[in-house]
């Protein structure tokens, strides 16, 4: 009992379900932003063009302002920590969300177009961009130990995915019923959006920053100078950012729901391709025995094939329902190292950058890591908007000419080849975990 009590990798009840909180929140707000495209192009009757180049506009802003958050971050210094006080962007976060799903249809096309992009902006440039810099400072603060942050990598995404799975399965069944519905539209929003904001406050109060990290930074105040050089003398951020751009390029699209609505004729049956992903909970138990045989890097080029057969599959045999689940299934196994490690990954890239540089600047690698997954965002997005319209895709349409059905087939399924393709070579050139034992064993 008394070894039990002075493990130092035991994380307790409270603090665990506490740290999930707001990641359930960020993660179901992603979710609903993935509608937003089809909710201004079916509900408003918005181009899909004009709604593309919006969304990656505001996406483009809040690229840079994540260098900007990460400096502002790094010199944070208050009695709360140096990342929890950001935690309350997650409320701001959700009321922002309900506005933008809140867009007077019977405004003119100009006004809505200054809605969205001012909205957005403020979500993503804002609260998603100060959550994502303070994320890795919060952590190694209140979580001494790589175990421990490793628990929260495995044990915590089986929280996450459970919560973005019902996130997954529910929404598709009502949105199926309001698609061209704006005030059916907030009311759901609004039922979503109040109960994410009081959960994702609850990491704020049920964990605290304790650890005390020393390095250079802490006698010596953060420069501008320190950011350039993480940027000029840090390969392994731009690798894993470079990572991080094509998935969220690809997850950032939101194409599923287009896919759904028209190339297989329901869109309420993404919730069952959705639920099919279940299947792989059991993976994240094993996921810390997984990490002690296989490096992180060879972990997300495994990743990077299975993604590639999930678009092979999305492509050719879209009418084939089974396959089509399988399509769902790879995809969620691919998904997997890449988003329960990519932190894990930044705060590898924070050590290197201790050890070359004498400071760990975590919030600066984070606002990097968040930079590049905006602007892939932002590609993703514009891609969407771009490509739909060149094939005449119209929201208000009965039907869809085949050059737009041949386009949302296409983003399903050939992106995912090419982007993840890419995504492979760029990481045969990522070897920071063979680098990392010798590095810890002379900092210790």
Not at 88 to 107: C, K, M
Not at 169 to 189: A, C, H, M, Q, S
Request: hydrophobic share 50%; net charge positive.
């Amino acid at each position: 009992m008394k070894e039990r009590k002075n493990n130092p990798d035991k994380i307790g009840f409270v603090k665990f379900w506490g740290w999930q909180t707001r990641g359930v929140a960020a993660a179901v707000n992603f979710i609903m932003l993935g509608y937003i495209s089809l909710f201004c192009t079916d509900a408003l009757g918005m181009s899909a063009a004009l709604i593309g180049t919006l969304l990656m506009a505001s996406k483009v802003v809040d690229a840079i302002t994540d260098l900007l958050a990460g400096y502002i971050v790094d010199k944070t210094n208050t009695r709360w920590g140096k990342g929890r006080p950001y935690e309350w962007f997650i409320v701001i976060e959700w009321v922002l969300t309900y506005l933008l799903f809140a867009t007077p249809a019977g405004a003119s096309n100009t006004f809505k177009a200054v809605w969205i992009l001012v909205m957005y902006v403020m979500i993503n440039a804002v609260c998603t961009t100060f959550l994502s810099a303070a994320q890795n400072p919060y952590m190694i603060r209140a979580f001494g130990t790589d175990n421990q942050r490793v628990k929260l990598a495995s044990f915590g995404g089986i929280v996450i995915m459970v919560a973005s799975m019902a996130a997954n399965i529910i929404l598709p069944t009502f949105i199926e019923g309001i698609r061209t519905d704006v005030n059916g539209w907030r009311l759901v929003i609004l039922c979503v959006a109040v109960p994410m904001a009081v959960i994702g406050i609850f990491r704020f109060f049920l964990v605290k920053e304790t650890i005390k990290i020393e390095d250079a930074s802490t006698t010596e105040s953060v420069t501008i100078k320190d950011t350039l050089q993480v940027l000029k003398g840090n390969k392994y951020v731009w690798f894993i950012g470079l990572m991080y751009l094509g998935y969220s390029f690809i997850t950032g699209m939101g194409i599923h729901t287009y896919y759904f609505t028209w190339v297989i004729g329901d869109l309420g049956l993404m919730g069952t391709a959705s639920a099919m992903t279940i299947v792989v909970l059991p993976l994240l138990f094993v996921f810390p025995i997984i990490m002690k045989k296989i490096s992180k890097g060879t972990m997300v080029r495994i990743s990077c094939v299975f993604y590639i057969i999930s678009g092979l599959l999305l492509f050719y045999f879209g009418e084939n329902f089974p396959l089509l689940l399988f399509a769902f299934v790879f995809a969620g196994i691919g998904a997997l190292p890449i988003t329960y490690l990519v932190d894990l990954m930044m705060l590898d890239a924070g050590t290197y950058n201790r050890y070359t540089m004498g400071k760990r600047m975590d919030g600066t690698i984070g606002a990097i890591k968040g930079f590049l997954g905006k602007l892939g965002g932002a590609l993703g997005i514009g891609a969407v908007g771009w490509l739909l319209e060149l094939g005449g895709y119209n929201g208000l349409a009965e039907t869809q000419t085949s050059g737009a059905l041949f386009m949302i087939k296409f983003l399903a399924g050939y992106m995912n080849v090419i982007v993840f393709a890419a995504v492979g070579i760029v990481m045969l050139f990522y070897n920071l975990d063979k680098l990392l034992p010798e590095i810890e064993k002379k900092q210790a």
